[in-house]
T-cell receptor, first 112, second 114 residues
């Protein structure tokens, strides 16, 4: 499968714990995006990378969220001190430049 | 930030009829307009997109029309089939030229009645 992959697919955690998600983009894609989707809503932009540089971060993104793409390939998204409001589907997408963004299957986070 | 609205929120059509979903946006600098289809529990998948240098694009039963002056674009599905039942999201790029950050609408639930 040469599409975007994400791991894990599901994560259940207790409030206050830290979680980390991984995204592997399509291999030749230089841009990688993170979005969050809650029930009944469209995906909401969180941050994006061009190669290893984080070019933009949403103003809505709490300081508890951090993302990295150290070698310009896979990316990780970490949420520290999780809160119940963080429960959502976290989607990763990748593109080559301004071309089509292809989404991964998402990581569903449930914070108890 | 960018404001993207979709109407109607839910649309039911008889199999074989056409479906039209309209999307309005606020950022006049936006120049890329994709439509994504999302089935329950699955990832969003691009079905068609258009850039601001064209007014219409068609791919088999799917078409998109763009009115940049009025800041709206529409998805047209002809000869609807049960497998067209899904949530459809419009999106626009925001943040200026060369930025591909997407702002999404809340989605339209399309139900095709056999």
């Amino acid at each position: 499968d040469t599409g975007v992959s994400q791991d894990p697919r599901h994560k259940i955690t207790k409030r206050g714990q830290n979680v980390t998600f991984r995204c592997d983009p399509i291999s030749e894609h230089n841009r990688l995006y993170w979005y969050r989707q809650t029930l009944g809503q469209g995906p909401e932009f969180l941050t994006y990378f061009q190669n290893e540089a984080q070019l933009e971060k949403s103003r809505l993104l709490s300081d508890r969220f951090s993302a990295e793409r150290p070698k310009g390939s896979f990316s990780t998204l970490e949420i520290q001190r999780t809160e119940q409001g963080d429960s959502a589907m976290y989607l990763c997408a990748s593109s080559f430049g301004e071309d089509t963004q292809y989404f991964g299957p998402g990581t569903r986070l449930t914070v108890l | 930030g960018e404001n993207v609205e979709q109407h109607p929120s839910t649309l039911s059509v008889q199999e074989g009829d056409s479906a039209v979903i309209k999307c309005t946006y606020s950022d006049s600098a936006s120049n890329y307009f994709p439509w994504y289809k999302q089935e329950l529990g699955k990832r969003p998948q691009l079905i068609i997109d258009i850039r601001s240098n064209v007014g219409e694009k068609k791919d088999q039963r799917i078409a998109v029309t763009l009115n940049k002056t009025a800041k709206h674009f529409s998805l047209h599905i002809t000869e609807t089939q049960p497998e067209d039942s899904a949530v459809y999201f419009c999106a626009v790029n925001s943040g200026g030229y060369g930025n591909n950050r997407l702002a999404f609408g809340k989605g339209n639930q399309v139900v095709v009645i056999p």
